[in-house]
């Protein structure tokens, strides 16, 4: 039971260093492997296409200055994470065995990347401060809606890994998705809360039956939850809030359990997660 691929999204931004802090310290505490997955856009050929539709080319020398433009951002990546299986103590580069961090190459569109690479992944890092803009936003929204990987959100401090967890239980199949991406990380955690908002369980979908989860946490050797239940009418931010009480360094939940539709319209409680600047870092699964 462990994490043995981790991708980590990239796009030379300042959130970068968090992301890759949290691929790197899971990588040395899993004897695993992480891969960067740069993640920026592909100006060139979005100007080369552009010009095409109007009609007009782009001079070499425009071509070129977007080329330098994208290497010095695969460069700025390739530094970061260099700076974090450092402070990780992994090796970095390619090559055989673990732990180790690699930076994979950015051949195509970020979507078309990060889709290639996670059939076989255990888990898609990315930080808080990428969700800052709609290019993160779709690559959170494809990760776990599409293409069906655990993601886990980064914010702040690694270590926090091995604190207190929070699992939202309603018995739902996300949530249930969820708990299993998590067992490895479950696995590290000082104590394990499992809450549940009373306002928003739905017996007639589920049976939200906490003696189920703890008995199947147990068959996984991560030890029982200690059930907490609150109210509210924002079913997400009393979960969230009620984990940050609880001084949680890892949030366990299903994400967009009804449509997207549904959730666009009223919001939901995967809103209320994602929103929180701050917080525990968040592992999601639909």
């Known amino acids: ?4 691929r981790i991708l980590a999204l990239a796009s030379g931004g300042a959130g970068d260093l968090t992301a890759l802090a949290f691929a790197a310290h899971l990588a040395g505490q899993h004897d695993s492997v992480a891969e960067v997955v740069p993640v920026f856009p592909d100006s060139a050929a979005d100007m080369i296409a552009l010009g095409m539709t109007l009609g007009a080319t782009l001079s070499p020398e425009a071509v070129e200055e977007l080329a330098a433009a994208e290497r010095e951002l695969q460069d700025r990546v390739t530094e970061s994470a260099r700076q974090a299986a450092n402070e990780a103590d992994v090796v970095f580069g390619p090559g055989h065995g ?7 190459t950015r051949g195509l569109r970020p979507a078309l990347a990060l889709a290639r690479q996670t059939a076989l992944a255990d888990l898609v890092v990315l930080a808080q401060a990428g969700l800052g803009s709609g290019a993160g936003r779709e690559l959170l929204s494809q990760a776990l809606l599409g293409d069906r990987a655990p993601v886990l959100i980064a914010r702040g401090d690694p270590d926090r890994l091995t604190g207190a967890t929070a699992i939202a239980w309603d018995a739902s199949p996300q949530a249930g998705r969820a708990v299993r991406a998590a067992l490895p990380l479950l696995a590290m955690a000082s104590s394990i809360h499992v809450l549940q908002c009373v306002t928003g369980l739905d017996p007639r979908q589920a049976d939200p039956d906490l003696d189920l989860l703890n ?15 609150v109210e509210g009418a924002d079913e997400g931010e009393a979960l969230i809030a009620a984990a940050e009480g609880l001084q949680a360094g890892l949030f366990v939940a299903g994400a967009w359990g009804h449509s997207r539709l549904r959730q666009t319209v009223f919001g939901g409680a995967t809103r209320s997660f994602l929103r929180r600047a701050e917080g525990p870092s968040l592992l999601l699964a639909h």
Request: hydrophobic share 55%; charged share 15%; aromatic share 4%.
């Open 1 to 4: 039971m462990s994490l043995k």
């Open 98 to 104: 673990a732990p180790r961090m690699a930076v994979l």
């Open 215 to 229: 008995r199947y946490l147990k068959l996984h050797g991560v030890g029982v939850g200690v059930a907490t239940l």
